[in-house]
């Protein structure tokens, strides 16, 4: 059995490759040392003179980028590489500067009040528009917000009698800022660390001691009591349900709401 020999010519094309090379400057400052000018895989950067060159691109039509630190990023497209040649691709970067006058603003407003100014925003020394956006930060002082308060303030139901500064310290503090409603002198003079409400009334409990003290919803003291076999309790609270304290000792105790706890 035979068959007929082919000859088969195989021809081997070398790849054809050429050259980019330019400058980057500032239209200002002059050479720009530094940039990068890339199109895929293929980058340079430029020297102090903004000088580049890219060897050994294959042959073909590129998207060229070249960017700089502090400028605007630039990109010229369909630049032809040709085989055994330069191409010369120059590019002039361009940048913007902000300046704004006045360079901070502080305003203290009241209750309802309003507060209109202006802003100078310029781009002095640029080269290339300028792209901004602003936020207002609301900054508070809490300590110079509230009253410093040096006495103890009588017993007021309605929140339009509260005086919300009686020591007289801060006068610019008002009732509508502070939002006080109401405020009554305490039976416990060691100290007091929380207080609760369960809808028929005030507790509050004894810092560092097993003491808790009832109130009726107008601040009148009504009874003290203590939980037998607790001491030094550090904590209270209440869940709609539940009054519950914590203990120094680490125990987890809560007493039923709406009846004297026992």
Known sequence: MGGEVEDYTINVLS?????????????????????????????????????????????GVYDVSCEADTYHKQVKTNIEIIENNTT?????????????????????????????????????????????SARIKSLSDRQSSLPILTQQQPKVIGADDVNPNPSGVKPDCTDAMLDLLGSFPLNDIGGTYGIVCDGDFLYTGRWNANGYDKYSLNGEFIEHFEIPGVNRTMDLTYDGEYFMVLPRALLFIKWISRARPL
């Open 15 to 59: 790849s054809s490759y050429g050259s980019l090379s330019g400058y980057v400057t500032d239209p200002i400052a002059g050479p720009i040392e530094g940039a990068r000018v890339f199109s895929g895989s293929y980058e340079a950067f430029t020297d102090a003179a903004g000088y580049y060159e890219i060897e050994s691109l294959l042959v």
């Open 88 to 132: 010369s691709l120059n590019f002039e970067l361009t940048f913007a500067e902000i300046a704004v006058a006045p360079s901070s603003i502080e305003a203290t407003l009241e209750p309802d009040e309003t507060y209109t100014t202006y802003l100078t925003i310029s781009n002095p020394g640029g080269t290339a528009p300028l792209t901004w």
